[in-house]
């Protein structure tokens, strides 16, 4: 009976429990089974060199070796001396029919040939990946340690994710100023996740962009765990952006906006059910985070700093904005009409303009919690209300005057 290869990478093989627990810890001893709970261990394993042995070390990343399983076996479970076990596949090795489909849900890119020395270019060889796992149906291409040089935007499919081994760790490094990262039209259930996009620091490119040609939205994205920077663009730019998730995403030093999601108006159906958590826009030219269009949107703990505009609602409808802050922005939040948009514990430091501006006959805003910090001397106002807007307020805490002339409810 045949040998079928792990590792090269703890996202090669692992698929983890539902409650996304299971890791591994840099150096840990794996050890690997025939059951999720106690079971037979699997002994007859062959390490890189080819040699017997009965367990596998990650290395300092918390990666996997290339090892090979026992004969025959295409799936084991792993024992990282953590409270749980998760289950590992055979992954591909060279032609994506060399084994099984069933064994096919993680391609890793050192498969397809991409180096990840930051000399050669990988463009055409993570392209591949992506490929043969949208050819399978779908599944995830794992990006080891590495920096990956990208002459070209690696265009993406449906179905189709990509996991690193942290957003330190694997890059993809674009060349080209007007080129982005990744790119998609019309995809749906995507993961991004632990992974670096790095951009040339100049030209119109962005690290994540996806947009919307004849679906009805661009939805089950997952952003998690990402470090994007140094783009012309945006950062992350998505159309009709619906039923997603961005956790912990990170974007700095871009030229266009940290965050930008367009639900354009003219469309059936409109951006929604979206949440941002964890997320943070540093350095970002033209703003940190741009909601246009969007509907029952939610950011939670998420920073804006030292940009124009830390965060901007643009005709937005019921999008909540809890324990979030803005630091070192010429205005911390922006509500440019729309309706029923809400503000919860939100904090402007070293604002040196109107640290809230409400405009253009926005409707229903709610300001609960809100507190301006060491304005900037430059600064105009607190609160900000053109005509034509209400604003219901429950406990400002202003620093400078406030600048009312749409109907305050509460004003304070």
Known sequence: MARYQFGAGIGDVVVQPSDGTWQVAAGAVLTFWDSATEGTQYTDLLDTASQPTTQIRADQYGAVPR????????????????????????????????????????????????????????????????????????????????????????????????????D?????????????????????????????????????????????????????????????????????????????????????????VGIHLQAPQDTVLGGASTALTGCSAEGNVTGGFWLDGMAYTALSACAASNTPAGYRLDNCVSVNLSACGAEQCTTGLIVYGGSGNTATGFVTKASDGASIWVTSAAKGVVLSGVTEVAPSSGATACLRTDAGTTVTTLGVTAVSPNALSGTVINPS
């Open 168 to 256: 330190r760790v694997s890059v993809l490094q674009v060349t080209d100023p007007n080129k982005d990262a990744i790119t998609g039209t019309d995809i749906s259930d995507v993961t991004l996740q632990a992974l670096q996009l790095s951009g040339p620091g100049r030209g119109f490119g962005s690290g994540v962009r996806f947009t919307r040609y004849s679906a009805p939205a661009t939805a089950g994205i997952t952003l998690r765990d990402l470090m994007i920077q140094s783009f012309g663009g945006d950062g992350v730019f998505c159309v009709q952006l619906a039923g997603s998730t961005l956790h912990r995403v990170r974007v700095r030093t871009c030229g266009g």
């Open 67 to 166: 090892f090979s399983g026992p004969d025959g076996v295409l799936g084991m479970w792993a024992d990282a001396g953590g409270p749980a076990r998760a289950w590992v596949e055979a992954h591909n090795v060279g032609s994506i029919t060399s084994v099984p489909s069933s064994v096919l849900d993680w391609v890793s890119v050192k498969d397809h040939g991409a180096q990840g020395d930051g000399v050669a270019d990988d463009t055409a060889a993570i392209q591949s990946a992506v490929a043969a796992a949208a050819a399978a149906g779908g599944g995830t291409v794992y990006l080891p340690a590495g920096r990956y040089v990208l002459t070209d935007s690696l265009t993406w499919a449906s179905g189709v994710s990509m996991v690193g081994a942290g």
